[in-house]
């Protein structure tokens, strides 16, 4: 019996033994997991949220010294148009200086040699203004003038506003004829009573003089006026005379400018053609083309290079057609060239479409006539068509 008893009890001592074991396992667990483990520091957290914002600042104050840099190179750039613009002004300043200090040492020669100026106006105080237009016309272009005067150019009390509030002069220029005090010339005189339009120059009218013209015109017209620009324009070309002053505006800070429709024609040596060129030999073989000039219909050029021609008037040479004597006396001379297009719009319905595209032209003409065709009949529809309107020139920004 107690061989079969004690098999049971043994069993259940061992099952307990094992129990205790277990227990001392994981007491002794609990132990040493209490002693050498700890509880996950913050600090880590911490530490990654604090890198992550450095790496959030530094990418901010990337893009603000990106947008800094940007900054200061846009400040760069405006501070070099500055400098290139004030340098242009200064230059254009210095070139007026030189021009007005040969011309008195000119004319100071002159006096001293017992010659007298070419004007009388030269003690006159010379009148500010920004632009002079002389109108070339002639002794038998009074329907031409009148027809000028109907369309682009103001009449009467506005004439005068327009020199006194825009600087704006304009003239109809014109000489004498051979003869003293002719008919012709006292017609003129009737004319310039009732409309006080003229410039009369010391030169004697006639077709195959309009080099010797042009020098004159420049010569007297810079004596009276303090302008920056002076325009030389045909009595048979329409004028919208708001976009020439914001054209010649846009010029006004360079020196010695010369602005216009620039070409180079063929040198015409044969006799029987018109606007031949006696002088041909000068320009190299036949065929050759003449040298990049302004076309004559209109042209406009700076007070320092009118001051030019007036001193030198005595020695440029005059070719047979009067724009490439204007373009022959810049030869050698550092003038900036401006080809401007809309100084040379044919007429309707090409200054008409360009004017509706929004590019309203300085003027327009017909190159087959040099001029528009049939001026007098046809000055009227021009204008009514291609005519800036009366109010632009008032509101042009010079």
């Given at each position: 019996?107690?061989?079969?008893?004690?098999?049971p009890?043994?069993?259940?001592?061992?099952r307990?033994?094992?129990?205790l074991?277990?227990a001392?396992?994981?007491?002794?667990?609990?132990?040493?997991?209490?002693?050498?483990?700890?509880?996950?520091?913050t600090?880590?957290?911490?530490?990654?949220?604090?890198?992550?914002?450095?790496?959030?600042?530094?990418?901010?104050?990337?893009?603000?010294?990106?947008?800094?840099k940007?900054?200061?190179?846009?400040?760069?750039?405006?501070?070099?148009?500055?400098?290139?613009?004030?340098?242009?002004?200064?230059d254009?300043?210095?070139?007026?200086?030189?021009?007005?200090?040969?011309?008195?040492?000119s004319?100071?020669?002159?006096?001293?040699?017992?010659?007298?100026?070419?004007?009388?106006?030269?003690s006159?105080?010379?009148k500010?203004?920004?632009?002079?237009?002389?109108?070339?016309?002639?002794?038998?272009?009074?329907?031409?003038?009148?027809?000028?005067?109907?369309?682009?150019?103001?009449?009467?009390?506005?004439?005068?506003?327009?020199?006194?509030?825009?600087?704006?002069?304009?003239r109809?220029?014109?000489?004498?004829?051979?003869?003293?005090?002719?008919?012709?010339?006292?017609?003129?005189?009737?004319?310039?009573?009732?409309?006080?339009?003229?410039?009369?120059?010391?030169?004697?009218?006639g077709?195959?003089?309009?080099?010797?013209?042009?020098?004159?015109?420049?010569?007297?017209?810079?004596?009276?006026?303090?302008?920056?620009f002076?325009?030389k324009?045909?009595?048979?070309?329409?004028?919208?005379?708001?976009?020439?002053?914001?054209t010649?505006?846009?010029?006004?800070?360079?020196p010695?400018?010369?602005?216009?429709?620039?070409?180079?024609g063929?040198?015409?040596?044969?006799?029987n053609?018109?606007?031949?060129?006696?002088?041909?030999?000068?320009?190299?073989?036949?065929?050759?083309?003449?040298?990049?000039?302004a076309?004559?219909?209109?042209?406009?050029?700076?007070?320092?290079?009118?001051?030019?021609?007036?001193?030198?008037?005595?020695i440029?040479?005059?070719?047979?057609?009067?724009?490439?004597?204007?373009?022959s006396?810049?030869?050698?001379?550092?003038?900036n060239?401006?080809?401007?297009?809309?100084?040379?719009c044919?007429?309707?319905?090409?200054?008409?479409?360009?004017?509706?595209?929004?590019?309203?032209?300085?003027?327009?003409?017909?190159?087959?006539?040099?001029?528009?065709?049939?001026?007098?009949?046809?000055?009227?529809?021009?204008?009514?068509?291609?005519?800036?309107?009366d109010?632009?020139v008032?509101?042009?920004?010079?």
């Amino acid at each position: 019996m107690k061989g079969k008893g004690g098999a049971p009890d043994r069993r259940s001592s061992a099952r307990w033994r094992v129990l205790l074991l277990c227990a001392f396992c994981f007491g002794l667990g609990m132990l040493f997991t209490d002693r050498f483990w700890t509880a996950p520091d913050t600090s880590n957290h911490i530490m990654y949220q604090r890198r992550r914002q450095d790496q959030e600042l530094q990418v901010i104050s990337e893009d603000c010294n990106t947008k800094r840099k940007h900054g200061e190179d846009k400040d760069i750039m405006g501070e070099v148009t500055r400098t290139h613009e004030a340098i242009q002004s200064l230059d254009k300043s210095v070139s007026t200086l030189q021009m007005e200090l040969a011309a008195k040492r000119s004319m100071l020669e002159l006096l001293r040699s017992g010659g007298s100026p070419v004007t009388a106006e030269t003690s006159q105080p010379r009148k500010k203004a920004f632009v002079v237009i002389g109108v070339n016309t002639a002794f038998s272009s009074r329907k031409r003038r009148d027809s000028v005067r109907d369309t682009w150019m103001p009449q009467g009390e506005k004439l005068h506003q327009l020199e006194e509030q825009k600087g704006i002069v304009i003239r109809f220029t014109i000489g004498h004829s051979a003869t003293s005090n002719s008919i012709l010339d006292k017609a003129i005189d009737s004319e310039d009573d009732q409309h006080h339009d003229f410039l009369r120059l010391d030169h004697v009218e006639g077709y195959h003089e309009l080099s010797a013209k042009t020098k004159i015109f420049f010569s007297t017209a810079i004596d009276i006026w303090d302008a920056d620009f002076f325009v030389k324009v045909d009595d048979d070309v329409h004028v919208n005379l708001g976009m020439l002053a914001t054209t010649l505006a846009r010029h006004k800070s360079k020196p010695r400018t010369y602005i216009g429709c620039m070409k180079s024609g063929p040198v015409l040596a044969d006799k029987n053609v018109k606007y031949n060129e006696p002088e041909y030999w000068k320009f190299g073989e036949e065929g050759n083309k003449y040298f990049r000039h302004a076309t004559g219909q209109i042209y406009a050029i700076s007070k320092d290079l009118a001051t030019y021609i007036s001193i030198n008037q005595p020695i440029l040479h005059k070719y047979a057609n009067e724009d490439v004597s204007l373009g022959s006396w810049f030869i050698g001379l550092e003038v900036n060239h401006i080809d401007e297009r809309n100084m040379c719009c044919g007429t309707p319905p090409d200054c008409e479409w360009k004017g509706q595209a929004g590019n309203v032209c300085v003027a327009s003409f017909d190159w087959s006539c040099s001029g528009i065709c049939k001026s007098v009949e046809r000055m009227k529809d021009v204008h009514s068509r291609c005519g800036e309107g009366d109010s632009a020139v008032w509101s042009a920004l010079i």
